[in-house]
């Protein structure tokens, strides 16, 4: 880190974060006996659906029947116990009760088919599975079975809701056992497994310590002054770190309560929880938000209650923001970046930003980490206010990704560097603005464009609630800039021709969509990023059919 004395500026993009308070050096079990004795009679954890609540020292004692019932049916410290549904009490209980007992908790996304199961519970050797029953479309317990034909049986397959998890959740917790595992758990062992989306080939099993992710979600919590007087509405999903992390863990090491509004992400259920429950901080990501304030009776529901909140997995329109701090009360909503291999956040937004850093930059490395801009091919750092591929350092860089040392190696260099993938740039009071992934960036006859520069022209347009901007081939420039875009309910089509001329002073005239599709949703993961690549693969599907796709050149 360089800086220049006289100014107290960054003069190179290399950041470190603040070391006070020291990072705490437990286990999930120890912080949650902790959190215990201190907010004994606090609310810990809400569970809307069902109607179910648990005072801190209620949620112990629950967490320890179920870690013994995980134990006597054979789960070890090591073994791993794959979590499988949307979020719910029962969820969150087994992620305690499996750290409890020093099991490694792999995350299963909700939406996985048959194969994506079978991937991985292979890849990670799961030996037991806590599932749902159904959610969606999806028959847990059948594909169960139908992994099980394929791979062997799992030594342990429980339900949640029947006579498999009602037998676990009715043993008596054997004190004696847990505090003597207990004794042989490190804050640096695997406690958690997170496959990343696998936007291409098969996903990675991110492995996090306990240490990882306590302390992420300690300092989160701290950016967002979090107290025991703090209700956080989680309506996004726990097989992620937004979820489990900046959600449960925050909470945990703040005595605040996580409260859980719905299964999967529903606008009036999060509104009618943050309006019944007083919540105090509500998540998501700008797409959640942007199908709350879209509401018809938005007016109806009371957000007084709020305070805070934070945001995070893609960039928020300026206008997106203005509303989440007016009209839904949050202005203390901190922007959050980072990804499942640092677990997950690096860069933090504070809660007194200008409105302008909150929108334009995903804030500054947080607590006992290290950021730093880098040439993406010589590793070497760059000067403030330069395109660089963001890296991160410290306690939050996972340990490895599971049985794979080849990517483990290519993710993480000799000293101890996560590279990203993401470009972006740094200033000199170390605001990062991440301007794209060094994959996403359009090259179109020589030029670089950023797809993030063109989508922030495009939600300026009084028709447009969203957009989303990729690089599709083309002979003559090698590739075009393409505009997928979602409309105002009521608003008249828009031609790629009108959105040209809209863009012509805005933007260089290279920078402008060549192609528009206007469309109701994106394609999205279960946490609400949008997936470019199946957006890519989709519109060359619709170039090649006629009339799918309006071209400005065409017209």
């Not at 004395?5 to 912080?31: F, N, Y």
Request: hydrophobic content about 35%; proline content about 5%; some cysteine.
């Amino acid at each position: 880190m360089s800086r220049d004395a006289a100014a107290g500026r960054l003069t190179l993009s290399h950041d470190v974060g603040d070391t006070d308070p020291p990072l705490l050096e437990t286990t999930i079990g120890e912080a949650l006996a902790s959190a215990a004795e201190r907010f004994a009679e606090r609310e810990a954890l809400v569970d809307v659906p069902s109607g179910r609540r648990w005072t801190y020292a209620q949620l112990r004692q629950d967490v320890r029947c179920l870690a013994t019932g995980l134990h006597r049916a054979g789960v070890r410290p090591g073994d791993r116990v794959g979590i499988w549904g949307p979020n719910s009490w029962e969820w969150t209980l087994t992620q305690f009760a499996t750290a409890e007992i020093g099991a490694i908790l792999v995350n299963i996304n909700p939406s996985y088919r048959q194969h994506e199961l079978n991937y991985v519970l292979e890849q990670s050797g799961i030996s037991a599975v806590v599932a749902s029953d159904t959610f969606r479309t999806q028959d847990y317990p059948a594909m169960l079975t139908a992994a099980e034909e394929e791979l062997g049986a799992l030594q342990l397959r429980v339900i949640m809701g029947d006579e498999t998890w009602q037998q676990l959740m009715s043993t008596q917790a054997d004190e004696e056992l847990l505090d003597e595992l207990a004794a042989g758990l490190s804050n640096t062992d695997p406690i958690n497994i997170q496959y990343t989306s696998g936007t291409t080939g098969f996903p990675k099993g991110a492995t996090l310590t306990h240490r990882n992710i306590l302390n992420n979600g300690f300092f989160v919590g701290e950016v967002n002054r979090y107290t025991e007087q703090d209700r956080i509405c989680i309506p996004v999903p726990f097989y992620h770190c937004f979820g489990m992390v900046m959600g449960n863990l925050a909470a945990l090491t703040h005595g605040s309560a996580a409260v859980i509004p719905a299964p999967s992400f529903d606008p009036g259920a999060t509104l009618s929880t943050v309006q019944d429950e007083r919540c105090t901080s509500l998540y998501g990501v700008p797409t959640m938000f942007i199908a709350e304030l879209n509401l018809e009776n938005f007016d109806d529901y009371d957000l007084s209650s709020l305070r805070t909140g934070i945001m995070a997995g893609s960039p928020c329109p300026e206008e997106i923001m203005r509303q989440v701090i007016d009209r839904m009360n949050m202005a203390e909503v901190t922007i959050c970046y980072g990804m499942t291999e640092t677990s997950p956040v690096s860069l933090q937004t504070r809660p007194d930003d200008e409105l302008e850093l909150r929108v334009s930059t995903v804030g500054r490395v947080v607590p006992h980490a290290e950021v730093k801009v880098a040439d993406p091919h010589t590793g070497e750092t760059l000067p403030v206010g330069t395109d660089g591929e963001l890296c991160t350092r410290g306690y939050l860089v996972m340990s490895r990704y599971w049985n794979n040392p080849e990517k483990t190696r290519e993710a993480i260099d000799d000293d101890g560097w996560m590279h990203t993938g993401d470009l972006g740039q740094m200033d000199a009071h170390g605001n990062v603005r991440v301007t794209g992934r060094i994959k996403d960036m359009v090259l179109r006859g020589g030029e670089n464009i950023y797809p993030r520069e063109v989508e922030e022209v495009l939600y300026t347009h009084p028709d447009i609630i969203d957009a989303q901007v990729i690089g599709v081939p083309d002979d003559t420039y090698g590739e075009e800039v393409m505009a997928w875009v979602r409309l105002a309910k009521d608003a008249e089509p828009l031609s790629a021709r009108a959105l040209r001329e809209f863009c012509a002073d805005r933007l260089a005239r290279y920078k402008i969509p060549r192609y528009v599709v206007i469309v109701d949703e994106f394609p999205t993961t279960v946490t609400g990023k949008v997936r470019k690549v199946e957006m890519r693969e989709r519109s060359l599907q619709l170039l090649d059919t006629p009339g799918a796709v309006d071209d400005a050149r065409a017209q």
